[in-house]
Antibody, heavy 118, light 112 residues
């Protein structure tokens, strides 16, 4: 059974870089059938797709965040990572990682709350 | 790319059927049969309930069904149960290589 787990600091200072890692277990991140994505949810609000990566390293990002987002993959560790630079309070959210095909996100990690505050 | 439009809340009594709409555009919902639906209980991660418009993953109750007409997708929950009380989000593939995925605004389902 495929499982995803987010990890990283729960508190980030304004203007700094948010860094999260998603560890995949129970399956290979190198599967040619899937993409790996990041989605976030501000407290009390809806879901927002941040970006995705293919095991080969191909990436695509939400245009509203593209200038600040970098997603990378480490197939040797079965992990993929998110970096979001120049964060503000508006970036406070629960960040989820998920496996996806075209249009379907499943499964999801449990999510990790990242708070941007000094 | 704007978020797909969902009603903020829908309610129903146990045993009843309810339908949640998800309205997009001809660039997303209307162009692809790639709408998915997610159930989210408080403090939990979203769970896939419907994919590719009307398909149910293994383990999801057949009380959940999906459909589409034009630019609007719908999720119907029949035989409403207390455990169905949750937030529900739709998501559509939008085809663009620059912004391929758009989520709905979310609907709070209340079981009266």
């Amino acid at each position: 059974q495929l499982q995803l787990q987010e990890s990283g600091p729960g508190l980030v200072k304004p203007s700094e870089t948010l860094s999260l890692t998603c560890t995949v277990s129970g399956g290979s991140i190198s599967s040619s059938s899937y993409y790996w994505g990041w989605i976030r949810q501000p407290p009390g609000k809806g879901l927002e797709w941040i970006g995705s990566i293919y095991y080969s390293g191909s990436t695509y990002y939400n245009p509203s965040l593209k200038s600040r987002v970098t997603i990378s993959v480490d197939t040797s560790k079965n992990q993929f990572s998110l970096k979001l630079s120049s964060v503000t309070a508006a970036d406070t959210a629960v960040y989820y990682c998920a496996r996806h095909t075209t249009g379907t996100f499943d499964p999801w990690g449990q999510g990790t709350l990242v708070t941007v505050s000094s | 790319q704007s978020a797909l439009t969902q009603p903020a809340s829908v309610s129903g009594s146990p045993g009843q059927s309810i339908t949640i709409s998800c309205t997009g555009t001809s660039s997303d919902v209307g162009s692809y049969n790639l709408v998915s639906w997610y159930q989210q209980h408080p403090g939990k991660a979203p769970k896939l309930m419907i994919y590719e418009g009307s398909k149910r993953p293994s383990g999801v109750s057949n009380r959940f069904s999906g459909s589409k007409s034009g630019n609007t997708a719908s999720l119907t929950i029949s035989g409403l149960q207390a455990e169905d009380e949750a937030d529900y989000y739709c998501c559509s593939y939008a085809g663009s290589s620059t912004f391929p995925y758009v989520f709905g605004t979310g609907t709070k389902v209340t079981v009266l």
